[in-house]
């Protein structure tokens, strides 16, 4: 069947910004090549020569064709991130009545209002990382990096705020296409099945028997039996995310069980 598949100075003091604030915050975000994300492989053009023989994405095993999904996924989202990003600065930047031409915008920080922290943040943060310092390492000495770290929190904090708000009043549409997930062909006979054999649609569970996420999904997936379950044919396929421990053993288990 086919179907789709911080380091502050030396303090260490948390994750990073959230927003990537570090990407813009000295100016102008700039802009990454306009390069297709979706590639001419998903249009069924050639994607290798090789020897003479030209080879289409589609030609190229399964798990080929994982990796460059998802090295389009993440590029897709790299690009996506850029582009809200800009957006984000060149509305603020038309709030403010500031100049807005896109290559010569008005840095975030002067775009965004951020309390300067207070002496006590700082000593309190401080505090609760001094033992992580290196010895004798003075608040002095450290200070204002943790200025720092504490302004550029705030306005990440900030950034987030804005951009949530921009797009719940449609100020900001991204028109960048998807990548499409591969088609694969799943062999499904040798698996436990339940569902009208000759059904139109089949629903596939890929699961690991052990896995907390796949647990927590089961809610939904019975929810969602009990109302097409006489509609559809659903197989359960068991994937090991760790062969080599029990959920390994539990997914062979349940294969041999159905041999």
């Not at 040798?190 to 629903?203: F, H, I, R, V």
């Not at 907390?212 to 068991?238: M, N, S, T, W, Y």
Request: proline content about 6%; hydrophobic content about 40%; some cysteine.
């Amino acid at each position: 069947m086919k179907t789709t598949l911080g380091i502050v100075g030396g303090l260490v003091v948390g994750a990073a910004l959230g927003f990537g604030v570090t990407t813009v915050y000295k100016g102008a975000v700039s802009s990454p090549s306009q390069a297709n994300v979706t590639s001419a492989g998903a249009a069924g053009a050639y994607v290798l020569e090789l020897d003479g023989t030209k080879y289409k994405e589609a030609d190229l095993p399964a798990s080929v064709r994982a990796q460059i999904y998802e090295t389009r996924e993440q590029a897709y989202q790299r690009i996506d991130g850029l582009l809200s990003q800009f957006a984000l600065q060149m509305g603020l930047a038309k709030d403010k009545n500031k100049d807005v031409k896109p290559d010569s915008l008005p840095p975030l920080d002067q775009l965004v209002d951020v309390p300067q922290p207070t002496e006590q943040e700082m000593k309190q943060l401080y505090d609760a990382n001094k033992s992580r310092l290196p010895p004798h390492t003075s608040y002095e000495k450290v200070k204002d990096d943790i200025a720092k770290f504490l302004k550029s929190q705030r306005l990440s904090e900030a950034l987030r705020t804005k951009d949530a708000e921009f797009k719940t009043k449609n100020r900001v549409k991204l028109l960048t296409v998807a990548p499409v997930a591969p088609a694969v062909d799943l062999q499904l006979t040798a698996y436990a099945a339940k569902g009208p054999e000759a059904a139109a649609d089949t629903l596939v569970e890929v699961a690991d028997y052990l896995c907390p996420h796949c647990q927590a999904a089961q809610p939904e997936i019975q929810a969602a039996l009990k109302d097409i379950g006489g509609k559809v044919r659903f197989v359960a396929v068991p994937f090991s995310l760790r062969p080599e421990s029990l959920s390994g053993t539990r997914a062979r288990g349940a294969y041999c069980g159905k041999k």
